[in-house]
């Protein structure tokens, strides 16, 4: 272990976590991945909105294009002009935001459209209200993922990753689009699209489709969405994929691979274990502090 | 490319990759768009998305690991731990959504009693859905997946290195050979599972076979596959 | 994911679109591959990935046979599976076949689409009827968009060199996305019950486009001012068929409106 590589995990997991924060605003602001199906559901059940409907495909498949997109145009840089990495990276981020920003614009008026007999209409100004706030979080997302791929294959830096850039930074994709749906989506699914009931209750299927669709003043709208999602659903987003970066580089850069493999593997297992208990401690406190719901009527006790 | 001993050896590795792989996907506890809204137990995405990410960020352990030596048990138990890693970060920050952003307590609506903590949980699943958040059991469950995915991907990655001997290559034919066993699996679980306590995880026979064929007919056409130069 | 899947008939005939989609991407590949050649260049590159938009629009009118079904699992797992099968045929074509390559890469993923598909029903009982003829369709849109792609950023059907210029330097990755992406999600973005089979396409060809810009930028690194070439083109599709998918929003949407409040008749 050298100053070096301790200095680098770090920047890796600020790079992460900075990424998993603007990777689910993105999704947010857009509306993406498994919360959409509310979305998509509330003009069925007679609820026309104007929010952003960003059916991009699912979160990990997206972003790992993203991600991919950028990393390869920044590598043409790199190896076929000589441009310096960080210029090279930046670069490929806005080719990968143009390409986010096209699927965006044409999955609202895709699906919009394909509502038409629920007098779901295309808006033109949300797409060009959203589309640049979505292509903005989603560069942030892509130049942090693609930094993190650079650090970790780069020939003069001392992790050496075997995978060729553009690879590393198609897993790390998919890895932050699974992380991005997984966790703070649930906020804005759970939360934000239905605020109107009460807090501390999942969504009774009985209400489904029946989202927020108006403001404090006027209609809601994406970006109402993701100024709300940016203050929980966002950050622990980024707490997750920061930890998954960091942890799972920690162990081998503490320990040295070639010498310590053994040593490398048990730390990761210790992690997993204290997971697995800090995860058991949080589930009793919840049920502890929350109790059963009142309104249920079965025989098993709590 | 001669057919020997070794070659079988490395198909049979395959095979024993695409296994883990299509049986760690039944353990992973997703609840698909519905858990999205807490509606239902398990992470709020899809079979597939959830284990490609754990078993793929595996794969980047294993693949660090595979470039500094050729012990295959220190490869497939990196990649293993790499891919828990991922999921149990990924849960256990799902759970702080539910619990401090959603505020439910993490419920199963499949079983009456969780079968590791013995905690009652139909008195915590909120009216109108069938249950939410990850309760341990689910929890548990999860972390296998992610072993079983991870090592099942890193499996399937050193076979193919020591045939090719390019890391490129290896790892898109592993991802590319995850991907199909993953979503093999998906499809013998409609999409959501809670783990290894659903009843569905007793179509896990089912899975096996068709990962089983499916990966045997993939390895042998993945070892014919040369480097090149 | 969405209630109501599938949407209106298909006025364009699969076994056309098959046709032209498979014979459209193996004329584009063996074009680019023999024009280069013959004439010593890289400047045909770009054929090979019109070849992909055709093959690209057969995979998509696939996903939309299927999913119309409601598979358990979203649309974006089976265009995955399509490129993950499509790849182990393809690499196997191209390092066995030579210059034949292209075929038996089809014809390989032609067999695993086929057999994939007879499992997911016989074994795993999923019992849709077009699961056979759909993955056999995907697997060969598969194959032939990654062997099409990578023809188009290596110059040649030549394994050493696809070797070198697309799975060292890691290309393969944007190549396999890309292509997965622009095969499923014209479906997934159209989704919904007034879903028609022509927008739908339209915008498969669009996103075909963008993978072959994608498959462009890469190429600028191997083959240099060959690749500007391809992108160029690949930009001028990309703009005629957007065009044209929103003359068809226009024409299918409830409205398409510059700004305005919810329509009447909102409960």
């Known amino acids: 272990m050298d100053m070096v590589s301790m200095g680098l ?38 609820h026309p909105h104007r929010i952003y409907n960003k059916a991009i495909s699912g979160e990990p498949p997206s972003n790992a294009l993203y991600a991919a997109v950028a990393a390869v145009t920044a590598s043409v840089l790199m190896s076929g002009f000589g441009m310096s990495a960080f210029f090279a990276i930046a670069i490929g981020a806005v080719v990968a935001a143009i390409f986010n920003g096209i699927y965006a614009t044409t999955a609202y008026m895709g699906r919009n459209t394909s509502q038409a007999r629920f007098n779901q209409y295309v808006y033109l100004d949300v797409l060009r209200t959203h589309t640049t706030t979505i292509m903005a979080h989603a560069y942030i997302t892509v130049f942090c993922v ?92 980024g707490m997750a994929f920061g930890l998954t970066v960091f942890l799972d580089n920690w162990r081998a850069t503490i320990f040295d691979p070639a010498t310590q493999g053994g040593l490398v593997v048990l730390t990761g297992i210790v992690i997993v274990i204290l997971f697995n208990i800090y995860n058991r401690i949080m589930e009793s406190r919840a049920r502890k502090r929350y109790g059963p719901y009142p309104e249920y009527i079965g025989d098993i006790e709590a | 490319m ?126 109108g859905t069938v249950g939410h958040g ?37 790892g898109m034919f592993a991802i590319g050979i995850f991907v199909v066993n993953a979503v093999l699996a998906s499809y013998n679980i409609q999409g959501t599972i809670e783990g290894f306590h659903d009843p569905k995880f007793k179509r896990v026979p089912r899975a096996f076979q068709a990962c089983l064929v499916a990966s045997l007919v993939i390895g042998i056409i993945a070892v014919l596959i040369t480097g090149g130069a | 994911m969405s209630v109501a899947a599938g949407g209106g008939e298909a006025k364009l005939d699969k076994k056309k679109l098959m046709i032209y989609g498979i014979g459209g991407g193996i004329v584009g590949i063996y074009l680019a591959g023999i024009l280069n050649m013959a004439m010593d260049t890289n400047y045909f590159s770009f054929l090979a990935g019109l070849g992909v938009i055709a093959v690209i ?35 196997f074509g191209l390092s066995i076949g030579g210059i034949a390559g292209p075929i038996i890469g089809l014809v390989v993923a032609v067999a695993f689409g086929y057999f994939i598909g007879a499992m997911a029903n016989k074994i795993i009982k999923m019992n849709i009827p077009v699961m056979e003829e759909s993955l056999t369709m995907l697997a060969a849109a598969g194959a032939i968009t990654l062997i099409g792609l990578s023809v188009l950023v290596a110059g040649r059907i030549d394994y050493e060199l696809i070797m070198g210029s697309v799975i060292d330097t890691g290309y393969i990755a944007v190549l396999f996305i890309a292509g997965s992406l622009a095969i499923l999600h014209p479906f997934n973005a159209n989704l919904g019950p007034d879903e028609t089979q022509d927008r739908t396409l339209v915008h498969t060809i669009s996103t075909g486009a963008l993978a072959m810009i994608a498959g462009g930028i890469a190429s600028i690194a191997i083959i240099g001012s060959a690749g500007i070439l391809t992108i160029l083109i690949a930009a001028v599709v990309w703009l005629w068929a957007f065009r044209w998918y929103f003359q068809l929003v226009k024409r299918d949407s409830a409205g398409v409106v510059g700004t305005g409040l919810l329509p009447k008749g909102e409960m």
């Not at chain 2, 309760?135 to 991870?150: E, K, N």
């Open chain 1, 9 to 46: 995990l770090a920047a890796m997991g600020a790079l992460a976590t900075v990424a998993g924060a603007s990777e689910d605003i993105e999704s947010d602001a857009g509306s993406q991945s498994n919360p959409n199906s509310q979305v998509q559901l509330a003009a069925q059940v007679g």
């Open chain 1, 146 to 237: 693609v930094s993190i791929s650079y650090i970790m294959t780069a020939s003069w830096l001392p992790i050496q990753h075997p995978f060729p850039m553009p690879l590393v930074a198609f897993i790390w994709g998919l890895a932050i689009g699974a992380i991005g749906s997984s966790t703070g989506d649930i906020h804005y699914g759970a939360e934000r699209e239905f605020q109107s009931y009460p807090f501390g209750a999942g969504l009774n299927a009985a209400n489904s489709g029946d989202i927020v669709t108006k403001a404090e003043a006027g209609l809601r709208s994406s970006i109402d969405n993701a100024w709300f999602c940016a203050k929980f659903g966002g950050p622990i987003t």
């Open chain 2, 2 to 127: 001669i057919f020997d001993a070794n070659t079988a050896l490395y198909i049979i590795e395959i095979v024993i990759g695409g296994l883990f792989v299509g049986v760690g996907v039944h353990f992973v506890p997703v609840g698909g768009a519905p858990a999205a809204m807490a509606q239902a137990t398990g992470v709020g995405t899809g079979t597939v998305q959830l284990a490609a990410g754990s078993g793929l960020t595996g794969l980047l352990s294993a693949g660090m690991m595979m470039s500094v030596t050729d012990n295959i048990l220190l490869v497939v138990a990196s990649g293993a731990v790499g891919a828990m890693i991922m999921i149990d970060a990924t849960m256990v920050v799902g759970n702080w959504s539910y619990i401090y952003g959603v505020g439910v307590p993490p419920a199963s609506a499949k079983v009456d009693y969780d079968p590791i903590t013995k905690n009652p949980q139909p008195p915590y699943v909120s009216q």
């Open chain 2, 134 to 170: 990850i309760p341990t059991v689910c929890y548990v469950s999860g972390t296998i997946g992610g072993l079983l995915g991870g090592a099942g991907g890193s499996l399937i990655y050193y076979a193919l290195m020591n045939i090719n001997h390019n890391p490129g290559l290896s």
């Open chain 3, 57 to 91: 629009v057969m995979g998509s009118e696939a996903v939309r046979m299927v999913c119309a079904y409601g598979i358990g699992t979203g649309v974006p797992s089976i265009g995955m599976m399509a490129t993950g099968m499509g790849l182990v045929a393809a690499m």
